[in-house]
């Protein structure tokens, strides 16, 4: 990349993002697609809560096992992205397509869940990679709708869930399973931007140098508390909503299906407008903000829980919005404050740590319900949130903001 590159043409680069939004949202439904029929291969397969649990908790598991190797090898640096991209969604489609056909048991289902974590992490930071080399200015827009497209992409089993029918599960997962290999074949379009630095060497050093900058560590240690939340929060409100309309007189589980869709795919929305905001306001400021509401939302969902739908369905909406809203500006934080030949390698090592926390909130959560109920499960996880605003605020002060959102910090 050098100062001379052509500025791309706005038609031309947002045509690529809608095009690379589109395969990430395809691609991305094979991340809940087993989660969101959990209670049905529970009651199928004969499930204890732990292992359906693990169903969830395998793909994080796998997601960071695949990130970390690949920021080792400076996988995402060495490969081009969208190839890397397309294969690794088609591998995710078979090993969801297998669960669909061929499994009827836990440990197929777990390994074939890790296999697709995997090669999930071949999807998502890649996707980053690509978006950052055709957008320098309003970068942070561009990787909110990337990250929009993933979280309607993450929502996307529940839609098909009730669609399919809430008690068959095969035809979400073969579902999600095909859209994700229409994905693959979308991405292949995609070129890469005049912004995207060429092919690097491999260097062992690299993320040992990436972790240890000051800058890119804060805006990591935001990244890690904004994760602790999210995923947790994802994997379980589908239970959380369900309990809680039962404890108010009972709605459908297509009932609950359907606002855990909306709960999670209006992150979307949130996340282009967290975008926007940020490239005028600065990621700082819309990240602290972002996390200090749902922080707040994690305690207030133990005195909202078993009100009427009136009162829960808003709620939840507006945690869904700002829960996911600061997520890529995190990733843009971290494209602006390392050295541009691993870029791609300090996203992959950020989501492989993130998503190995989450493995620590999913389980957790479960455990305290048993411990207290539903109504406070949510309670602990505002730890990770007041973590990550603290850490965004310290980076704010510092020198190295100046490089973020165009000096705005």
């Known amino acids: ?98 669960i669909a056909t061929s499994v009827e048991s836990f440990l197929p289902a777990v390994a074939l869940r890790l296999l697709t974590g995997m090669a999930l992490a071949g999807v998502y930071p890649p996707g980053m990679k690509i978006m950052a080399g055709w957008f320098r200015d309003g970068r942070g827009f561009a990787i909110g709708v990337l990250v929009g497209a993933l979280t309607v992409g993450s929502a996307a089993p529940h839609l098909l869930r009730v669609a399919g029918g809430v008690s068959r599960p095969r035809p979400v997962l073969l579902g999600a399973a095909g859209l994700a290999v229409l994905g693959a074949a979308l991405v292949l379009f995609v070129r890469p931007g005049p912004y995207q630095a060429p092919a690097a060497p491999f260097d062992p050093g690299a993320i040992r140098r990436i972790a240890g900058d000051r800058g890119t560590l804060l805006a990591n240690l935001g990244y890690f508390g904004h994760m602790w939340e999210l995923y947790a929060v994802w994997a379980w409100i589908p239970v959380y909503l369900s309990r809680s309309f039962a404890a108010n007189g009972g709605e459908s589980e297509a009932f609950a299906a359907l606002v855990t869709f909306g709960t999670i795919a209006v992150g979307g929305l949130g996340a ?15 990240t602290s903000a972002s996390m200090v509401v749902s922080g707040g939302a994690c305690v207030a969902a133990g005195f909202v829980f078993g009100a009427s739908p009136a009162v829960v369905v808003p709620f939840v909406l507006l945690w869904g919005f700002t829960i996911v809203a600061d997520s890529a500006q995190f990733s843009t934080a971290v494209s602006e404050l390392a050295a541009d030949s691993y870029v791609g390698s300090a996203l992959t090592f950020q989501t492989a740590i993130g998503y190995l926390l989450t493995l620590g909130s999913i389980q957790l959560t479960p455990i305290v319900a048993d411990a207290v109920g539903w109504r406070w499960a949510f309670a602990p996880l505002a730890v ?21 959102a165009g000096g705005r910090g």
Not at 55 to 84: C, E, I, K, M, N
Not at 384 to 404: I, Y
């Open 1 to 98: 990349m050098t100062d001379g590159t052509e500025q791309p043409g706005t038609r031309r680069r947002y045509r690529v993002l809608g095009l690379l939004a589109t395969a990430e949202l395809l691609a991305m439904t094979l991340w809940f697609s087993v989660s969101a029929v959990g209670p049905a291969l529970a009651t199928e397969w004969g499930l204890s809560a732990a292992e359906t649990a693990w169903l969830t908790s395998a793909v994080q598991l796998g997601f960071v096992a695949g990130a970390l190797l690949s920021a080792v090898f400076t996988v995402s640096d060495v490969v081009q992205p969208r190839y890397l991209f397309s294969a690794s969604a088609v591998v995710g489609a078979a090993a969801t397509a297998v």
């Open 272 to 286: 282009v407008v967290a975008g926007v905001t940020a490239d005028r306001l600065g990621r700082t400021t819309v």
């Open 384 to 404: 990770g949130p007041l973590v990550g605003t603290v850490a965004m605020l310290t980076l704010r002060r510092l020198p190295e903001a100046s490089a973020l």
